[in-house]
């Protein structure tokens, strides 16, 4: 977001508490004084292992090069497959924390912060534009490794306010899908969408040789299935996979909350929007990595 227009978020909300109007109507004047942006693109990007954050392989690489070819955005809001809730819920705070959840990794690892700004008033734009959930603000979540992860190699300055959409892990697909839906209008806005996950993980089959390169035959199987009906536009056969893959399925994902984040990025695809391949491999045999942009 340009400084002219925080400045202006920033009185519009004064206004509104020494006036009395409604931060809500407040919020709804500021999405319209915002300077719209060519159509940002979407994101679903494979994170994988923590270390790749800070190791210097091709991953991290991939998502340096992200952060210089991508038009900068006024905000990053990303929907990361490690913040499960009961409900959907946004943050709304101004200094998310960095939040190490993970074990057994190296100190320089739990070193690493990421002190981007948070962004309430892109989150109350969400909570309005989505009608199809209640969504609640959360104050007490920040920014977990599925989001820090990847933007500390892709904006390191971390300069650009980001805020994060968490996942109900008992509705079904067609809820995520529908919520991604309804969060278009951020792109027009400059907001870059990132789904932080994995196409396929299973980490009870990992290859902890450190080789990985044999590929298990239903890892591969789901990972060719989703690519072909990604590429097909056949979002159907996406929502429906689990029954249509059966036994693949629960392979692929015995949890599926790292796929979860690909269908709100699904959902914000547009008609005939390009679809991008990369990092389209397998880490440890039963981690994709394969990711997309979408625009």
Avoid: C
Wanted: overall charge neutral; cysteine-free; hydrophobic content about 40%.
């Amino acid at each position: 977001m340009q400084r002219r227009e925080l400045l202006k978020a920033g009185g519009l909300l004064a206004i509104a508490q020494l006036t009395g109007m409604s931060t809500l109507s407040a919020l709804t004047k500021l999405g319209e004084t915002l300077a719209p942006s060519p159509l940002m693109p979407v994101l679903f990007i494979g994170h994988g292992n923590p270390m790749n954050a800070i190791e210097d392989n091709a991953y991290h690489k991939s998502w340096q090069a992200l952060g210089k070819q991508l038009p900068r955005p006024q905000a990053i809001l990303s929907v990361s497959a490690h913040w499960i809730t009961k409900g959907t819920r946004v943050t709304g705070n101004t200094h998310p924390k960095t939040i190490h959840d993970f074990g057994g990794f190296p100190k320089q690892l739990f070193d690493q912060q990421y002190p981007a700004p948070g962004s309430p008033q892109f989150a109350e734009m969400a909570k309005k534009l989505v009608t199809h959930s209640h969504i609640q603000t959360d104050d007490s979540w920040g920014l977990d490794h599925g989001t820090w992860s990847v933007l500390l190699p892709m904006y390191p300055a971390a300069d650009i306010p980001v805020f994060q959409l968490s996942l109900d892990y008992d509705q079904p697909t067609s809820y995520h899908y529908e919520i991604g839906k309804q969060l278009g209008k951020l792109r027009e806005k400059g907001v870059l969408i990132i789904g932080s996950g994995n196409l396929v993980h299973n980490l009870g089959a990992v290859d902890w040789s450190g080789t990985g390169k044999k590929v298990y035959d239903w890892a591969q199987e789901f990972d060719t299935r989703f690519t072909q009906w990604i590429e097909k536009g056949d979002h159907a056969s996406v929502l429906n996979y689990q029954k249509i893959l059966g036994n693949t399925a629960t392979m692929a994902h015995p949890t599926y909350d790292h796929l979860l984040p690909l269908f709100y990025i699904l959902g914000l695809q547009q008609k005939n929007e390009k679809i991008t391949w990369f990092n389209d491999r397998f880490d440890m045999s039963s981690i994709s990595m394969r990711s997309m942009i979408i625009g």
